[in-house]
């Protein structure tokens, strides 16, 4: 039996080639994710292995607040410890490190690098020591307050040459600087596409930080003792009060190491979530092309039945096929999801990221998780084809007919039912106040039960999309919509991968949309003024809140408030602390106070989120202990709550910082203008002062509310573009069954073009056949995705997310592209349709 | 029967085919020329391998001959692309085959209007419902293929051959299938449809019986016309059928 089945397989390549088909795209995108994420991590762990390959010890801050997403803000350290450390005993070499927000504006006067899109723009100090890994490839290290040098891909960029005045925005403002050296990271023109400007360390500390200040310094050690002793000696140099460690080389490359990899981490994990739900729309694939394929070897099946063949024999044959496509099939996508890793490094450098070249990384475990996975899904998947093959009948071998017939029957009716509903109680529960974990069962439910309903679905949907087809087209018409529903279970199988790519893609831009409807109906309610001015400087500061008040003594502004955002520690987690000047921002921008006014906000005193005081068991008078980064303490009362959207939880008085050394930056300055200025006017002259500041950019009011909704934009885009691949791999599905269908119809189109239909028409009819089984998937996935994306928004309800919008224009958009799937998916299977001989066709019994 | 004036429907001349290369080349035909007449009933007999299926896919333009010319109603096919021999098909002949037939996914009227439909043509509906009650056909109209009888299913393809007046209808075994009794029924239309509708019927077949029904005779055996008969009976054609060894 296993020769016969081995015989089975290499009778038929054309059959093989398409099973494996949706085998190896399955597959390739798990194993090019995987190859992806490990050739990253391995790039980025070289890099910083690199970075720190000269240093034997390394001196920071002990003050650090983390915050959510593993970020963390660290203080910074006096200049003058770099001295204390050069005398220690066994140091070569200290360099001072500073690494902060700095963008340096290119000859044509525009900024290179976005804001809060692509690579961040850095500025810091450049130092020639044994220990830096920047060197001069042109002209000279930059000295003192006017100098400065740029890395080589900014330089090109920004077609910026040795000897000229080059503008760079930096902490203080912007400020002009002659060009004098062009610097080059390594082996590569910057690192990871990020931007820099570098300057001697005063400069750099005064223009991008604080004057006097460093993060770190670097230390290289003339190997006469050990690292950890190094470390030791310099710790002991140190003061106390300075709040000061020292790490080893070591430890420190390990830790930038871990997060890195942490922050990759989540990437890849995301990655792999998207390329297991491909995977998944692969199975019903792979399913569909085995079901397909019993159902038409059923005669030859049926023959060895008869001569003796057992049930087990029959099905065995059939799984071992499986199991051949399945270790082929994933060793190619193996190979292909090489090339995918490949093609995703070739699209970064397109985005000029930069990648400094680590090489290719092909981590063992990706080569055999892909091997297993892809093998044993496809064994899963051909286990119900194969025990069904088994069960044919010998006499089915004297039959006419080799075509699936049987319709849909009671069973699968009601079992599709039963989730359905089990799945609708379980979200009408939760809308009823159960658990919202609940929410993912119901989900669960209702999907499976709409796939199991699918043959009993598909008939009566598909006759109904066929129907201006069978109007307009004239016989081809009547045809293809005859086509798309004479066979449920193989149309409802081809139509399940749409049916879920379709969902998702709807449910995600349901949320999306709804988040952007909330955003823009709070910020429009929240937001009183005329004008904003946005900064995103990926964390390195912000605007300097100097640029609030100048705006604000403006004849032609009526009111300017910043507003602030710092990170503190509160109940030993860091959290983001918005700042604001009472008087600046009330009747600018209301936060949505509850019984309270901005009046409240005292040097003592702190709003807090609505939601948050209640989880807290906050009320007025509550007291709440804040530790900013400089290490201080103070306790605050909670003067009042607030219920809208702001970007953290608290709000507290920026006069808290006055005296202090606690950094602070606004984030954004909200402006109105005085009621005698037309908006032009007012919008000319703001326009002029923030350029001349070099720090963020002015929008209007529509312009501010829209930007807000940016991100959101991103995050689709990302999530668009990782459902594109099982977008794909439904449409490999349709082409697949659509040719075995013309495989198997081959007499009925020989009759067709003997009694004269010519090519065009076959290729109309089966064009619309492909996009009939498309819409059905679109239209079942449409109601599903709206669903889904009510349940989502729903489950968000805690985190302020109340109004759930309808995508209506996303919606027609994905009816009209899934016209053109199915358009684009007839392509090839109608040529061959065309290509049948008339006569072999005719001849064949 | 003879009429004093014979006009054919469709011809050959010259007419050769040859399969394959070099060493392994087979005379399917060899230069075979025959008339076909309008309003006649004409069968083409001989045995296995004798070339009467290939004779018949030439003057269909399903198969192209290797040299010589086949030409329907004045058309010479070897001078046409594929759209034009496809149109020809669709308007000018009308086929019957052994089996399978019909499109299982239309009704017993839109597989017979299925070349007019085709082409997107209206046809003449008199005719067309003349047609079909000849075939006795009236009350199996909205059936589709599955729910007819094989011998229904048989009726509904010669209904569909005649339903656009094709200029001749080219018939390969249309009985090959049938039980003896449904195979007659068959027959008897055909017959008919020359009769009383003026049709022109070629047919292929290895039956004597089948043939015995046509006005006319043609005998093939390897690639050639070898004979000829007029108004036969099922008897001199089983006798002729023995002396050519089949």
């Not at chain 1, 500073?98 to 000859?107: C, Y």
């Not at chain 1, 030791?232 to 997060?259: C, F, M």
């Not at chain 1, 959290?575 to 106070?593: K, N």
């Not at chain 1, 009939?772 to 599903?784: E, F, K, P, Q, Y």
Request: glycine share 10%; proline share 3%; charged share 20%.
């Amino acid at each position: 039996m296993f020769r016969i089945a081995l015989k089975g397989i290499l009778g038929r390549k054309a059959r093989l080639v398409l099973t494996s088909l949706a085998v190896i795209l399955g597959t390739a995108f798990l194993s090019g994710t995987s190859v992806f994420s490990a050739t990253l991590n391995k790039t980025f762990d070289d890099l910083f292995a690199d970075v720190f390959k000269n240093v034997d010890s390394y001196v920071r801050s002990s003050q650090v607040i983390e915050a959510d997403f593993g970020q963390e803000e660290r203080q910074r350290i006096p200049v003058e410890l770099v001295d204390l450390v050069a005398k220690v005993d066994g140091v070569t070499s200290v360099t001072p490190d500073l690494q902060a927000f700095a963008r340096i504006v290119g000859s044509d006067g525009k900024p290179l690098g976005s804001d809060g899109q692509g690579p961040p723009t850095f500025g810091g100090i450049f130092m020639e020591s044994d220990v830096s890994l920047w060197t001069i490839a042109e002209g000279k290290a930059p000295v003192g307050p006017n100098q400065a040098a740029v890395d080589q891909a900014s330089a090109k960029a920004g077609k910026l040459k040795v000897g000229d005045t080059v503008k760079i925005i930096g902490q203080a403002g912007s400020r002009e600087f002659d060009l004098v050296g062009i610097a080059s990271y390594g082996d590569v023109r910057s690192p990871g596409g990020a931007t820099f400007a570098l300057f001697d360390q005063p400069t750099a500390s005064e223009f991008l930080a604080k004057p006097g200040f460093i993060d770190a310094i670097l230390i290289a050690g003339d190997d006469s003792v050990s690292d950890t002793e190094l470390s030791r000696r310099i710790n002991e140099v140190l003061p106390t009060d300075s709040k000061t460690e020292t790490l080893t080389g070591a430890e420190i490359t390990k830790e930038t190491q871990d997060q890195i990899g942490s922050a990759l981490a989540f990437f890849g994990i995301l990655l792999s979530v998207f390329s297991f739900i491909a995977l998944g729309v692969g199975c019903f694939v792979i399913y569909n092309v085995f079901s397909i394929s019993a159902a038409q070897r059923q005669r030859e099946n049926a023959l060895l039945r008869a001569i003796g063949a057992s049930k087990r024999q029959i099905t065995s044959a059939m799984l071992v096929e499986a199991v051949v496509v399945g270790i082929v099939g994933s060793a190619v996508g193996m190979i292909a999801g090489i090339g995918l890793s490949q093609g995703l490094s070739a699209m970064l450098r397109a985005l000029s990221i930069d990648l400094p070249s680590g090489g290719l990384t092909v981590p063992s475990s990706a080569i055999t998780q892909t091997l297993i996975v892809g093998t044993i899904v496809t064994l899963a998947s051909a286990l119900l084809p194969a025990r069904r093959a088994g069960k044919v009948p010998p006499l089915a071998a004297m039959r006419d007919t080799a075509i699936e017939t049987a319709g849909p029957s009671r069973k699968r009716s009601i079992f599709g039912l039963a989730f359905i509903t089990a799945g609708i109680g379980f979200v009408s529960a939760v809308t009823a106040g159960a658990d919202t974990s609940l929410l993912g069962f119901g989900i669960l439910g209702v999907f499976i039960g709409v796939i199991i309903l699918g043959p009993v679905i598909a008939r009566p949907v598909a006759l109904f999309l066929g129907r201006p087809a069978a109007r307009f087209r004239g016989v081809t018409g009547i045809m293809a919509r005859q086509n798309s529903a004479r066979n449920p279970k193989r149309t409802a199988r081809t139509s399940s991968p749409v049916f879920i790519g379709v969902s998702l893609v709807v449910a995600v831009t349901a949320l999306a949309s709804s988040i952007k409807g909330q955003i823009d109906s709070v910020f429009s309610e929240q937001f009183k003024g005329d004008f904003a001015v946005s900064i995103d400087s990926f964390g390195f500061g912000g605007l300097s809140p100097s640029l609030a008040t100048d705006i604000a003594k403006m004849p032609e502004v009526a009111g300017a408030a910043g507003l602030g955002l710092i990170t503190a520690k509160l109940d030993g987690k860091g959290q983001y602390i918005s700042a604001v000047d009472p008087t600046a921002i009330a009747g600018i921008f209301d936060v949505g106070l509850v019984g309270t006014t901005y009046a409240d906000l005292t040097d003592s005193s702190i709003f807090v989120k609505d939601t948050r005081a209640e989880k807290k068991d906050w009320t007025k008078g509550s007291t709440v202990n804040l530790t900013f980064a400089n290490g201080t303490s103070q306790t605050f009362t909670v003067a009042g709550v607030f219920d809208g959207e702001n970007i953290s939880d608290y709000i507290i008085n920026k006069s808290v910082f006055e005296g202090t050394n606690i950094v602070n930056f606004d984030t954004s300055i909200f402006i109105k203008k005085a009621e005698n200025v037309s908006e032009d006017d007012a919008r000319a002259v703001l326009d002029k002062t923030v350029k001349d500041y070099g720090q963020g950019e002015l929008l209007n009011k529509r312009e501010y509310i829209d930007s807000r909704s940016g991100n959101v934009n991103q995050l689709l885009g990302l999530i668009y573009g990782l459902l594109f691949l099982s977008v794909i791999i439904a449409i490999v599905g349709i082409i697949i069954t659509l040719l075995l269908s013309v495989f198997e119809r081959q007499r009925e189109l020989g009759l067709l073009r003997a009694v004269g239909m010519t090519r065009q028409q076959v290729r109309t009819t089966v064009r619309w056949e492909s996009i009939i089984t498309s819409l059905l998937g679109a239209v079942m996935g449409i109601v599903l995705g709206i669903g889904l994306g009510w349940v989502i928004v729903f489950a968000l309800r805690d985190q302020g997310l109340t109004t759930f919008s309808l995508p209506v224009s996303s919606t027609i958009f994905i009816m009209v592209m899934s016209f053109v799937v199915g358009v684009m998916a007839a392509i090839y299977p109608a040529w061959r349709a065309t290509r049948v001989d008339i006569l072999n066709a005719l001849a064949t019994n | 029967m003879t009429s004093p004036t014979l006009t054919a429907a469709a011809s050959t001349s010259g007419a050769t085919k040859i399969y394959g290369k070099d060493d392994s080349v087979v005379y399917a035909l060899r230069d075979v020329s025959v008339e076909f007449y309008s309003g006649q009933f004409t069968a083409i007999m001989g045995p296995s391998g004798s070339g009467k299926s290939t004779l018949m896919h030439c003057i269909a333009g399903l198969d192209e001959l290797t040299s010589g010319s086949a030409i329907i109603d004045g058309n010479d096919l070897s001078q046409m692309k594929d759209k034009e021999l496809t149109e020809l098909r669709r308007e000018k002949i009308g086929f019957i085959f052994q089996s399978f037939n019909l499109v299982p996914t239309l009704t017993a009227d839109e597989n017979i209007r299925l070349p007019l439909l085709l082409g997107n043509n209206k046809g003449n509906e008199e005719w067309i419902q003349k047609v079909i009650s000849t075939v006795h056909l009236n009350d199996r109209l909205t059936h589709r293929p599955s729910e007819l009888s094989g011998g229904q299913q048989q009726r509904v393809a010669v209904a569909r051959a005649l339903a656009s007046e094709p200029r001749i209808i080219l018939a390969d075994e249309p009985t090959g299938n049938l039980d003896s009794t449904t195979g007659a029924e068959i027959l008897t239309f055909m017959r008919k449809a020359v009769d009383e509708l003026g049709q022109t019927i070629v047919m292929v077949t290895h039956d004597p019986v089948a043939a015995a029904y046509a006005d006319r005779i043609i005998f093939l055996a390897d690639g050639h016309v070898v004979d000829e008969m007029t108004d036969p009976t099922a008897e001199r054609v089983l006798d002729r059928m023995k002396s050519l060894g089949s």
